[in-house]
T-cell receptor, first 112, second 112 residues
């Protein structure tokens, strides 16, 4: 069974630029999550989708971050404009329902 | 809100030593508890979980028992190996939210 796929694996941008990350969950997993992991900290949930609907986006900085999952399968997370403090690893995870979450390899973002 | 506190690292042990990584939590209701592991250069992997009080999760020689009375989920292993060197995250899910709340992680270093 293929795991959660994410791209790109690494991204370097300058502050105020825009960036987008892509995630393809495990086939059949209805729930998709985006987490932000700042160096030295545990991952923090940004947004949770159930199929193509948002379940929880209470910790998503909506002035600059947006996410979509239009067809209930893959998802895109966008940052516009980026700030220095957005430097982190962005993790995507998926689960069948509210059971075990499976994580992708992450995208490491560096904002200069 | 939910929170997880785990012991600070790095924790350095010799091969075959006994391991304990402490984890305590704060949550409403009855959360599920997890230990995730991140090996160097790899993504987060579920190590073990427990979904109700007094449950014991176990995998690869690691164990953790869900202690409701002390709100703890300490990770233990009787004899560690060099290959156990990784970052370990304690996490919880529940209290009305389905996303995971993580601790800051404990970096474990096993010396031969």
């Amino acid at each position: 069974e293929a795991g959660v796929a994410q791209s790109p694996r690494y991204k370097i941008i300058e502050k105020r630029q825009s960036v987008a990350f892509w995630c393809n969950p495990i086939s059949g997993h209805a729930t998709l999550y985006w987490y932000q992991q700042i160096l030295g900290q545990g991952p923090k949930l940004l947004i949770q989708f159930q199929n193509n609907g948002v379940v929880d986006d209470s910790q998503l900085p909506k002035d600059r971050f947006s996410a979509e999952r239009l067809k209930g399968v893959d998802s895109t997370l966008k940052i516009q404009p980026a700030k220095l403090e957005d430097s982190a690893v962005y993790l995507c995870a998926s689960s069948v329902s509210t059971d075990t979450q499976y994580f992708g390899p992450g995208t490491r973002l560096t904002v200069l | 809100g939910n929170s997880v506190t785990q012991m600070e690292g790095p924790v350095t042990l010799s091969e075959e030593a006994f391991l304990t990584i402490n984890c305590t939590y704060t949550a409403t209701g009855y959360p599920s508890l997890f230990w995730y592991v991140q090996y160097p250069g790899e993504g987060l992997q579920l190590l073990l979980k427990a979904t109700k009080a007094d449950d014991k999760g176990s995998n690869k020689g690691f164990e953790a028992t869900y202690r409701k009375e002390t709100t703890s989920f300490h990770l233990e292993k009787g004899s560690v190996q060099v290959s156990d060197s990784a970052v370990y995250f304690c996490a919880l899910e529940g209290g009305g939210a389905d996303g995971l709340t993580f601790g800051k992680g404990t970096h474990l270093i096993i010396q031969p």
